[in-house]
């Protein structure tokens, strides 16, 4: 501090000069005996003080600085609301412990009710960095400086030993030797609100309700706040020569680790640019006329941070995010808080998902030469290239790259076909956008291999990956845009880094009564190769909701029934790791007392299952997915042009990725998911029904492999364009190879929509009665009364002895779902991509699958637990059929017991759009573990 205000804060320490005299208003009387100590690892201050008139500490703050950092460690006036969120009433009930969750101030509220008294404040020093620190109590009348003390350099941390182990059929997360539950908490406040008390206060929230794993985020991206002022990130910083500065990330760690001192933070760091990086190197949007905005980037945030990240083509980012990565492990590895951080979850560059992860129209100059380089691979010469492009003018130097009115281009109704110039030309540039993304992981990935050993031992870690083959113009949609390939970049069983897939809750299962329906679900095949899976679920509380206008969980019942039908789904059923992650700053969970009791809840039963064993693999249904084959459909079966919007009614990516799983999951069986690369895996043989949603790429292993366990047995759903792409182009006969079909098409757009008609009688009887199929659904996340119906080219099944009819599209002799018998096995397709549950049900029959529920309710089961969501006017008596009988049946949210013994079913009356879930394990022991305290047998 310097000038008058310095002198007036020694006078002040010294209770000589009040502040009248230099011109401030209102005068203090008397300040005695300011002082700081340190003692057993406590920092302690106060002071002595009588007022003569006036409140000169109104808002008064405790602050503590080194080296020009300013940390704030006492409750603030712009800090939490002081009305309830839900009821919009005053809440004056919080106490001093509540609004200061560091236990750092006793009296400082008190200040401007009394004439006199004694300030007093005590906090921990165990994650103060070494150095010397001042103490102050500052107003807008006066300051006060306490004191100042000296931290000792503190012995290196011991690091957090991370390790996965596989337990058969589930995975067990451990950390310094004991089995801890994957189950983390982010506060969204950390990153918008680093130095407000409030985000503080929330946080402690959190951890009183028992959350032991936080995902704070570290990021560079400037926010505003509700006034539109600049927010001051917490991320890494720079100093003027350049050397990166890591005093904001220090604080914000040093507090999250003061508050939540047996906690464990999995940082979600955010890789910032340096000031001096090169202009020519960063991600650069089209310029071209014909390129919409909105398609110029993976991400559409209107926010400038994301529009000037690194390219991908970027040659000092390799070096320069590589040597970062491995400052930030060794600056942490050093910090006190060190022993706290169990892993790096890295989103990216610049903005989250941005930079080193690329913007989808990134015409940065060197990608342009790069995009040439890997056309010289492909093509022996420019004759080579201009043939196959039907370009005759097209050169090494300078070759084009497809924008928005080109990526949707198809030649065979929806399908790109390699052989035509255009089609070519769009899956050459998208076969080139995954190399540089692929690049960028594989140095974040080496970079976490080297430096793990130095740190962590085995720390749990990951990164973000927005899929070059998910975009909303390459189709794909953002549906399946965070996914790691397991296979490709993790499957080094003796690496230090233990990573997980990460997964989102999709946005459009917000309404209650909904599914539990994510992204990247490959629970399996994560299984497989020992790694979690860790699933963000973005379920936002019912005043965010209303604040948002969207459709959601819309009161605080629905609320805790889907953040029950969440933890069932992934750490019950799935046994993976799971992600709660809270819109803090807007309307957080922590004003609302039913959400946090029921988080409380969770974290109570959490531990009981984390290690609990999981015993036989009992789905016999696989889903598989195929991210390889969204590269060769097309968002709309005609080129779109520049300004001209895609209609919903043909969005057959949201058919194909949302509203068939949502009808899975509601046939009342139970499933695992895995990649496509994983179907060749032994432990598939088992499997009784295969679904291929989207597996329009079929090469000649994929179908031998196929057409082997259907002669064996299995019966293998199709639809769509199922094979209809080889290695050699895109034709009706590669369909046919895979269907053993014979297939048409017709010859304009048509509603995909076809009645049920089964002759046959074992499929009339597994099916059920003749009705309407197809895209009846209401628009998943709308307000939307009427169904929606795809119109498309339509794909149909030329009649034959061998093959079965089981649909006609309406007003029409064409097939539209078939079936054929082969060997002891079925193969069915159906043209039509969307179906009710009552469909795979059917199929679930016809393969000998067992059958959980007849009702549509979404049903999710192991050999140990199944639950239950009932939908959305659903309520009343509800029958799950177990697959062997048990006893000692436990509904574990509720503690409660389903009396008897060897039952073979349970009967419960369920409300509509209720969580319940069951333990049918057997296990007394388990099951008395599980019961509430009144419901245990004496």
């Not at 006190?336 to 990216?348: N, V, W």
């Not at 057959?652 to 895996?681: N, Q, V, Y």
């Not at 008609?757 to 009887?765: I, K």
Request: proline share 6%; net charge neutral.
């Amino acid at each position: 501090m310097t000038g008058v205000r310095s002198m007036a804060v020694i006078a002040l320490a010294l209770g000589v000069i009040p502040l009248a005299e230099c011109g401030e208003a209102p005068a203090l009387a008397r300040i005695e005996s300011p002082q700081v100590a340190v003692k057993d690892g406590t920092v302690t201050g106060g002071f002595d003080y009588a007022y003569a008139e006036g409140n000169p500490f109104d808002d008064a703050r405790l602050i503590l600085e080194k080296e020009g950092l300013d940390i704030d460690m006492t409750y603030v006036a712009d800090g939490p609301p002081v009305k309830d969120w839900v009821s919009g009433e005053k809440d004056d009930g919080l106490t001093t412990d509540q609004r200061n969750p560091f236990g750092a101030v006793e009296a400082l509220h008190r200040l401007t009710k009394e004439n006199k008294g004694r300030f007093t404040c005590s906090f921990s020093a165990r994650y103060l960095e070494s150095g010397e620190y001042t103490l102050s109590v500052k107003s807008a009348h006066a300051d006060v400086l306490l004191g100042t003390f000296t931290i000792s350099r503190h012995k290196a941390p011991t690091p957090a030993i991370v390790k996965t182990e596989s337990r058969k059929h589930h995975m067990v997360l451990k950390i310094n030797g004991k089995v801890t539950t994957p189950f983390f908490m982010s506060l969204v406040q950390t990153y918008v609100f680093p130095d407000r008390m409030s985000t503080y206060w929330a946080l402690k929230k959190y951890y009183q309700a028992g959350i032991r794993l936080f995902v704070p985020i570290v990021s560079n991206s400037h926010v505003e706040d509700s006034r539109g002022r600049k927010i001051q990130p917490a991320g890494i910083q720079f100093h003027k020569d350049g050397r990166p500065d890591f005093r904001r990330m220090d604080a914000l760690l040093f507090r999250m680790a003061t508050v939540c001192p047996d906690a464990y933070f999995l940082l979600r760091l955010n890789i910032p640019l340096p000031p001096d990086f090169p202009d020519n190197e960063r991600c650069m949007p089209s310029r071209r006329p014909v390129d919409n905005s909105d398609s110029t980037y993976v991400e559409d945030h209107n926010n400038p941070d994301a529009k000037h990240g690194a390219s991908l083509a970027s040659k000092t980012f390799y070096a320069y995010a590589d040597k970062l990565i491995e400052e930030v492990t060794r600056h942490m590895r050093q910090q006190p808080y060190g022993e706290r951080i169990i892993g790096l979850f890295i989103t990216g560059v610049g903005y989250e998902g941005n930079g080193g992860f690329g913007g989808i129209c990134d015409l940065n100059p060197q990608m342009t030469k790069d995009f040439a380089t890997h056309l010289r691979t492909l093509y022996a010469t420019e004759d080579d290239l201009r043939k196959a492009w039907k370009m005759p003018y097209v050169s090494w130097d300078a070759p084009p790259q497809p924008g928005y009115e080109t990526l949707s281009c198809s030649t065979f109704k929806g399908f790109r076909d390699d052989s035509p110039g255009r089609a070519r030309w769009i899956m050459d540039s998208l076969g080139f956008r995954g190399i540089p993304g692929r690049r960028v992981r594989k140095m974040f990935l080496d970079s976490a291999y080297r430096v793990a050993p130095n740190w962590w031992y085995r720390g749990f870690g990951g990164h973000h990956y927005n899929n070059h083959w998910g975009l909303p113009t390459g189709g794909g949609g953002g549906y399946s845009k965070n996914t790691l390939k397991l296979k490709n970049e993790l499957n080094n069983p003796n690496g230090p880094v233990q990573a997980f897939r990460y997964g989102i809750l999709c946005y459009n299962d917000r309404r209650a009564g909904g599914v539990s329906l994510h992204m990247d679900q490959a629970w399996e095949t994560a299984r497989l190769h020992n790694r979690f899976t860790m699933t963000e679920v973005d379920l936002r509380n019912p005043t965010y909701m209303k604040q948002a206008k969207v459709m959601g969980d819309t009161n605080i019942p629905d609320a805790v029934s889907s953040m029950r039908r969440e933890f069932a789904h992934v750490l019950m059923i799935g046994r993976q790791a799971m992600w709660f992650f809270d819109m803090g700053w807007g309307a957080g969970w922590y004003w609302m007392p039913e959400l946090m009791d029921e988080l409380g809840n969770l974290s109570r039963l959490a531990p009981k299952i984390a290690d609990l064993p999981q015993g036989k693999d009992t789905a016999e249904t696989v889903v598989v997915g195929d991210t390889r084959s969204w590269s060769h459909f097309a968002m709309a079966p005609q080129p779109v042009r520049y300004g001209q919007k895609i209609n919903f009614n043909k969005h057959l990516i949201c058919d194909l990725a949302l509203r068939c799983p949502e009808a899975m999951m509601r046939s009342g069986t139970d499933k695992k998911f895995i990649d496509r690369g994983d179907l060749f895996h032994s432990s598939m043989d088992s499997a009784r029904l295969f679904i291929f949603q989207t597996s329009f790429y079929a090469d000649q292993q994929f179908r031998d492999v196929m057409h082997e366990r259907v002669r064996k047995g299995a019966v293998a759903y199709f639809c769509f364009g199922a094979g209809i792409v080889d290695e050699d182009g895109v034709t009706l006969e590669n369909m046919e190879k895979l269907l053993k079909m014979k297939i048409n098409y017709g010859d304009r757009e048509l509603p995909l929509q076809a009645e049920w008609r089964p002759e046959d009688p074992l499929w009339s009887f597994a099916l059920g009665p003749d009705r309407v199929i197809g895209s009846v659904l209401k628009r998943p996340g709308t307000r939307c009364r009427r169904p929606l119906i795809a119109t498309w080219y339509r794909f149909s099944v030329e009649k034959d002895p061998s093959v079965i009819p089981l649909a006609y599209y309406e007003k029409s002799n064409e097939v539209a779902v078939a079936a054929k018998k082969m060997g002891k096995g079925w193969i069915v397709y159906s043209a039509v991509p969307v179906m009710q549950p009552e469909f795979y049900r059917g199929l679930s029959r016809i393969a000998g699958c067992h059958i959980y529920s007849e009702e549509n309710d979404a049903v999710y089961a192991s050999d140990q637990f199944i639950m239950i969501h009932t939908r959305q006017g659903g309520a009343g008596k509800k029958c799950l059929r177990l697959r062997k009988k048990t006893s000692n049946i436990v509904e574990p949210f509720t503690g409660k017991r389903i009396e008897g013994r060897n039952l073979s079913q349970i009967e419960v009356e369920l409300t509509e759009k209720h969580t319940a879930a069951y333990y049918i394990g057997g296990d007394p022991d388990v099951a008395a573990s599980l019961m509430s305290s009144d419901e245990a047998e004496p």
